[in-house]
């Protein structure tokens, strides 16, 4: 198995919207000389461009067909160095959460109702009780699990060290209601519940979904992947799913190892866990199943990754998912590492759930060894994997480019409320000027409408053909990095954010 270099990268937004999180942008571009300025352009420049941009797209408002600029939408929020570029979104009715593993908070910023911006301070956060631990890096909602009649919040803490003798098992904490905003000097402690991991190294909470009901009591389930898991092979990964009627009752914090069932990837750098969801019947027996990705997992090629669906009406007991998995979907090439991202719903609206898989390492068809990644997304049909295990991908949607890691992030959403759901694909890297140095990093989102019969989606689809094209040509911006659907205005359709980097102000 082979896996990809970490990175760290930013960008600069276009305009500058109203301030937010009291957040203070700081400029890191050095004088060259006294009084001049240079700015840093290209590679190697991500320290100049450390703070992030998020702009809130509203589902009323899509146009039929267009090229828009990510900057630009129902509002734009900008935040600054001491918040850092890597944050979490959540969009819940009239409400954006943020994640901010740097500071270890997590905040709400209300919707003004009938505005064009958000507010522009936070009217609370939760604060980690630990440095260091990213508090914030994932936040998710759980379907109601004290009874109250109101979901949960979710926030994970994957560097979360349970003890002097430990190092980053990883913890999520379950926080009662998401409607009202946090009471000030609400922290960690203050939780319904924290869930710690139980193996050193593992980061449990690196995803997180909260599933409905799965065993039965009218309550919400929690699936937590832990990517880092060693188990039985080094680095093999490992998915946790926590039952309500195992969570209820039992004294926090909770031990995942002694509560839950656990399965792993089954081979050597694997990581398992990496992407998790749970909102979909894919088997077809009405039960929410699981779905799991190991995109380092290795198959008829070499980091090709793998996808595996569990059988949420009758789940398998804990074990490696080559032996407790309903199906396996492989990539389709060496180092393609498909499941990187993933996401599940109804396309074509025959009541099915489809499946969505990134693959943001796989090369142009013609690509020479060893070229950038361009990627790929592969999307499959619901009703061929409940009634034949069909496996094949019924559409693939092709990169612009090399280099543009298409498939870094993905989202399937009915957003314009026509009952079909809308396939969002992230290519962080995209380049609009291959070869520019200015333009390094601009990224793109690519939106395609759901279709009856999967109208207009061919077996082979390029990225550029997509109703709506989200780009501009600004280094380091790599749009599309991060995507999340919600309904923040309130009007019962589904909207999404774009989470992009910014150079310091």
């Known amino acids: 198995m082979s ?21 203070l942008a700081l400029s890191l571009t050095g004088p060259s000389a006294p009084g001049c300025t240079q700015a840093c352009t290209g590679p190697g420049c991500d320290n100049s461009f450390n703070a992030a941009a998020i702009s809130a797209q509203l589902g009323a408002e899509l146009p039929p067909r267009g090229a828009l600029s990510p900057l630009d939408g129902w509002s734009l929020l900008r935040g600054g160095t001491d918040l ?7 969009l819940q009715p009239g409400a954006l959460w943020l994640g901010v593993p740097k500071l270890g908070a997590v905040t709400r910023i209300s919707a003004r109702a009938g505005s064009r911006e958000l507010s522009a301070l936070p009217e609370a956060s939760i604060l980690s009780s630990r440095s260091g631990d990213s508090f914030g890096e994932e936040i998710t909602t759980l379907p109601d699990l004290d009874g109250d009649g109101e979901d949960e919040l979710v926030v994970a803490s994957p560097r979360w060290s349970r003890s002097d003798t430990t190092r980053q098992g ?23 519940l924290r869930v710690e991991g139980a193996e050193n190294g593992a980061r449990f909470g690196t995803s997180v979904a909260g599933c409905p009901d799965i065993d039965g009591d009218g309550l919400g389930e929690l699936l937590v992947g832990s990517p880092w898991a060693d188990g039985a092979a080094g680095l093999e990964g490992a998915a946790t799913l926590l039952l309500s009627s195992e969570l209820l009752g039992a004294p926090s914090p909770i031990d995942a190892g002694a509560v839950g069932r656990r399965w792993t990837g089954g081979g050597v750098g694997a990581a398992a866990g990496s992407a998790v969801s749970c909102a979909h019947d894919l088997i077809g027996d009405s039960a929410p199943d699981l779905v799991i990705a190991a995109p380092f997992a290795d198959g008829d090629h070499e980091a090709e990754g793998a996808v595996w669906v569990l059988d949420g009406g009758a789940l398998p007991d804990s074990g490696p998912l080559p032996e407790t998995g309903a199906l396996r979907i492989a990539g389709t090439v060496a180092d393609g590492w498909a499941g990187w991202a993933l996401s599940t719903g109804d396309v074509d609206g ?123 040509s600004q280094q380091y911006l790599r749009a599309g990095q991060r995507i999340s659907i919600g309904d923040l205005d309130e009007d019962g359709l589904l909207d999404f954010a774009i989470l992009q980097r910014t150079e310091a102000d």
Do not use: C, M
Not at 415 to 422: K, M, S, T, V, W
Not at 441 to 460: I, Q, V
């Open 3 to 23: 896996r990809p270099q970490t990175e760290q990268r930013g960008d600069r937004p276009a305009r500058r919207p109203s301030g937010w999180l009291a957040g």
């Open 84 to 90: 850092g570029p890597n944050l979490s979104v959540l």
């Open 170 to 192: 990883g913890a999520v904490h379950v926080f009662s209601g998401l409607r009202a905003p946090p009471a000030a000097g609400l922290s960690q402690q203050d939780a319904l």
């Open 350 to 472: 025959d009541g099915s759930a489809d499946l969505a898989i990134g693959q943001p390492g796989a090369p142009e068809a013609a690509a020479a060894y060893g070229a950038p990644a361009a990627g790929q997304v592969l999307l499959f049909d619901g009703a061929a994997l409940r009634d034949r295990g069909l496996t094949v991908p019924r559409v693939r949607v092709r990169a612009e480019a090399e280099g543009d890691a298409l498939g870094r992030a993905l989202a399937l959403a009915d957003l314009n409320g026509d009952g079909f759901a809308e396939l969002l694909i992230g290519a962080p890297r995209r380049n609009p000027k291959q070869g520019s140095l200015e333009f390094f990093d601009s990224g793109a989102l690519y939106l395609f409408y759901g279709a009856t019969r999967w109208l207009g989606l061919r077996p082979e689809v390029q990225a550029e053909e997509a109703d709506i094209v989200y780009a501009t």
